[in-house]
C-alpha cells in the first residue's frame, strides 16, 4: 500500500485538506496500534529497539553480529521489514535466533499494526529485547511509531555527511545515529565531524556512536548503549 503520509501535495486547496484528514487518521490509528504494542512491552519487560536508514547501510549486519552478542545473555528476536524476500530473515535464523519478516510490496515503512501481528509469530520475550529492522527508507519511516523504546538511525560513512540535513525529520526522531562502516573511513573523504554536527543541528540531543560490524570496532560500545538503556527501562 502506497504511503498516504508521504505522498505529493498539489496546489488543490481541498485536495490538501482531504489529505491532511486522511494522514492524520493514518497517524491517530497507528498511534493506538503503538501505544498497545508499547504496553505489551512493559508488561513482558521486553527492550524494543526501531532500526531505521537508507538501504545499505549495514542495518542487517549490524544485528547479525549484534544478536548473537546477546542471545546467549537475554531472549533476543528480531522483526524484518522488507519490500521483498526473507533474505535478511534468513541471515538472523543462521544465528540460532528467532526472525519474522515483513514484506510490504509497494509500502515504504512498518507501521505499529505490522509490529503486533509479528509479535504473534514470536517466542515470548520476557526481559528480552526485540529488534525492529524498518524497511530501508529515511523518509516515511519517521513519522510511524512503532512501540519502540528508542530509534536508533544508522548511517553509513560511504554516504553523504549531510544526510541529517537532507532528512531532518528522521534524525530528530530518533535518539541514537550509528556511523557504521567505520573500518572504511581511511578511504573516504567522509566528514564525521562535520555529520555529527549536522545531526545535533536537528537534533541536540541525539547521541553518536561510530563503529563497524565487519572488524568490530566500536561494537562494545553498542552493546553497553543497548544493556544500558534496556536497564533504564526496566
Known sequence: MMCTVCGCHDHDHDH????????????????AYAADNRRLFASQGVFALNLVSSPGSGKTS????????LKDKMPVAVIEGDQQTEHDAERIRATGVAAHQINTGKGCHLDAHMVGHA?????TLSGGALFIENVGNLVCPAGFD??????????SVTEGEDKPLKYPDMFAAADLMILSKSDLLPHLRFDTAACVDFARRVNPNIEVLTLSAESGEGFAGWLEWIETRRAHCD
Open 62 to 69: 549490524l544485528l547479525v553480529r549484534t544478536v548473537a552478542a
Open 119 to 123: 509479535l504473534e509469530h514470536l517466542p
Open 146 to 155: 512503532l512501540g519502540e523504546a528508542h530509534k536508533v538511525v544508522i548511517l
Open 16 to 31: 490538501d485538506h482531504r489529505l491532511i484528514a486522511v494522514e492524520q487518521d493514518i497517524l491517530g490509528k497507528n498511534d
